[in-house]
């Protein structure tokens, strides 16, 4: 990317369940006393969690300026329960998820690793019960899926982020009687008499990922016409090209190896069967932000994949469609139909990646900006259907496909797995 005056940057989600343990959670006492009042992420956690906007001064207003920060968080909690019908039981798993959020935040930050204050619920609702039973009142809250976000940082950070982020929170969570659960599709049911129909939404892992100038002030999946706004360039489109061909050859394979990772799409909670882009949450590729903060979102991942591995399907998709756009490759003898022609089995030591950017001259460079500013038409040429199971997505994963040309390790790894994880 270098050579071409570019750089990929990167960011992660990470879904998952925390189910309660209600033999090990702590007392609502207990819970409190252990609660950092003073952590500056406290009150942001509060409001994603809740969807309110308290402020510091709403806290001194409210509570008086006699009184201390603690007294003031805790009045704004017992509000939120009162008015949300939440009682001292369901108390003690608020404070155990604020708990368990200061200390991976705490933790993240003295190793290194930047977090976004976003941790939440996600889709905001209480749906599931560890028991099997039906949800008919709060009272029944045992399990809620939460969302957590690393800091936009390189691809490499992005990985090393996600995989350790979560072995923080399944330290952590253990401490508040939580069992954070990352499988991909856990076994969970609203219904115990009719459970295929009900089995609650698995948990993904979300790679957002732009593409700017090496200095970071020009995006270059913004359209940069002056007299443009809204629109994505032509560059927005070749990524998003690059990382849907990545799925359809292979990559479903990378990002979703187990087979019960196929089950977390059949339960049509956003998601599509089709690997295309789009705007919104059912695509494989989805549209973020616009104009400076415009990027894209791979969504194809469960959370128990390995962050490389996720990481690995979006910033090969960049350097994939870029190829393409760039004509790099275009003197590869053999054509490998349908995609890339640089695309051949040889017996070279040097990958892929080796050989296009043997052949990247300033040139490349010059046209990979002067396509800022031609407009993407938003036509994804690389649809496919979505793999129905490991095997299927196993067979797409072959010698003179994508993954074999840049990842043969990789592609080594997919044969072997029998319904397992890539580890």
Same mark, same amino acid.
């Given at each position: 990317?270098?050579? /071409?005056?570019?750089?990929?940057?990167?960011?992660?989600?990470?879904?998952?369940?925390?189910?309660?343990?209600?033999?090990?959670?702590?007392?609502?006492?207990?819970?409190?006393?252990?609660?950092?009042?003073?952590?500056?992420?406290?009150?942001?956690?509060?409001?994603?969690?809740?969807?309110?906007?308290?402020?510091?001064?709403?806290?001194?207003?409210?509570?008086?300026?006699?009184?201390?920060?603690?007294?003031?968080?805790?009045?704004?909690?017992?509000?939120?329960?009162?008015?949300?019908?939440?009682?001292?039981?369901?108390?003690?798993?608020?404070?155990?998820?604020?708990?368990?959020?200061?200390?991976?935040?705490?933790?993240?930050?003295?190793?290194?690793?930047?977090?976004?204050?976003?941790?939440?619920?996600?889709?905001?609702?209480?749906?599931?019960?560890?028991?099997?039973?039906?949800?008919?009142?709060?009272?029944?809250?045992?399990?809620?899926?939460?969302?957590?976000?690393?800091?936009?940082?390189?691809?490499?950070?992005?990985?090393?982020?996600?995989?350790?982020?979560?072995?923080?929170?399944?330290?952590?969570?253990?401490?508040?009687?939580?069992?954070?659960?990352?499988?991909?599709?856990?076994?969970?049911?609203?219904?115990?008499?009719?459970?295929?129909?009900?089995?609650?939404?698995?948990?993904?892992?979300?790679?957002?990922?732009?593409?700017?100038?090496?200095?970071?002030?020009?995006?270059?999946?913004?359209?940069?016409?002056?007299?443009?706004?809204?629109? =994505?360039?032509?560059?927005?489109?070749?990524?998003?090209?690059?990382?849907?061909?990545?799925?359809?050859?292979?990559?479903?394979?990378?990002?979703?190896?187990?087979?019960?990772?196929?089950?977390?799409?059949?339960?049509?909670?956003?998601?599509?069967?089709?690997?295309?882009?789009?705007?919104?949450?059912?695509?494989?590729?989805?549209?973020?932000?616009?104009?400076?903060?415009?990027?894209?979102?791979?969504?194809?991942?469960?959370?128990?994949?390995?962050?490389?591995?996720?990481?690995?399907?979006?910033? /090969?998709?960049? =350097?994939?469609?870029?190829?393409? =756009?760039?004509?790099?490759?275009?003197?590869?003898?053999?054509?490998?139909?349908?995609?890339?022609?640089?695309?051949?089995?040889?017996?070279?030591?040097?990958?892929?990646?080796?050989?296009?950017?043997?052949?990247?001259?300033?040139?490349?460079?010059?046209?990979?900006?002067?396509?800022?500013?031609?407009?993407?038409?938003?036509?994804?040429?690389?649809?496919?259907?979505?793999?129905?199971?490991?095997?299927?997505?196993?067979?797409?994963?072959?010698?003179?496909?994508?993954?074999?040309?840049?990842?043969?390790?990789?592609?080594?790894?997919?044969?072997?797995?029998?319904?397992?994880?890539?580890?």
């Amino acid at each position: 990317m270098e050579q /071409l005056g570019a750089k990929i940057t990167c960011g992660g989600e990470i879904e998952f369940w925390a189910v309660v343990d209600p033999h090990k959670m702590p007392s609502l006492d207990e819970l409190k006393d252990s609660l950092d009042y003073d952590s500056p992420y406290l009150l942001p956690i509060i409001n994603r969690l809740f969807e309110t906007n308290f402020t510091e001064d709403y806290i001194i207003k409210d509570t008086g300026e006699d009184a201390s920060r603690r007294d003031g968080i805790e009045k704004i909690l017992e509000n939120l329960s009162i008015n949300r019908h939440i009682n001292k039981h369901n108390q003690c798993i608020v404070y155990a998820m604020l708990n368990l959020a200061m200390r991976v935040y705490d933790r993240a930050a003295s190793e290194g690793i930047s977090l976004n204050p976003d941790f939440h619920f996600e889709d905001g609702n209480i749906i599931a019960k560890k028991d099997h039973g039906t949800i008919m009142k709060q009272g029944d809250w045992l399990a809620q899926k939460l969302e957590i976000t690393t800091a936009i940082a390189s691809p490499l950070e992005t990985a090393m982020w996600l995989d350790r982020t979560r072995e923080i929170i399944a330290e952590e969570g253990k401490h508040f009687g939580l069992i954070a659960d990352f499988r991909d599709k856990p076994s969970y049911t609203f219904n115990k008499h009719n459970p295929q129909h009900t089995t609650i939404p698995g948990a993904g892992m979300h790679i957002h990922y732009g593409l700017t100038s090496l200095d970071g002030s020009i995006n270059l999946m913004q359209h940069q016409h002056p007299k443009t706004f809204l629109k =994505v360039s032509k560059l927005y489109e070749a990524c998003a090209d690059g990382v849907t061909e990545v799925l359809r050859q292979g990559g479903f394979a990378l990002a979703c190896p187990s087979d019960n990772a196929y089950d977390r799409f059949n339960h049509g909670v956003h998601v599509t069967n089709d690997i295309d882009a789009g705007n919104d949450r059912i695509f494989a590729v989805r549209k973020v932000g616009m104009e400076e903060t415009l990027h894209q979102e791979v969504r194809t991942p469960g959370a128990n994949t390995l962050g490389n591995y996720a990481v690995l399907l979006a910033t /090969l998709g960049i =350097v994939e469609g870029l190829a393409e =756009v760039l004509d790099l490759g275009k003197t590869a003898k053999n054509r490998i139909d349908p995609w890339r022609t640089h695309l051949k089995t040889h017996d070279s030591s040097s990958t892929k990646l080796d050989d296009i950017l043997d052949e990247i001259t300033p040139s490349h460079g010059e046209k990979l900006m002067k396509l800022t500013k031609v407009a993407g038409e938003y036509t994804i040429t690389s649809k496919g259907d979505r793999p129905p199971t490991l095997s299927h997505a196993k067979q797409h994963a072959k010698k003179g496909s994508i993954l074999s040309a840049y990842c043969p390790d990789v592609l080594e790894e997919i044969q072997q797995l029998h319904g397992g994880q890539l580890r």
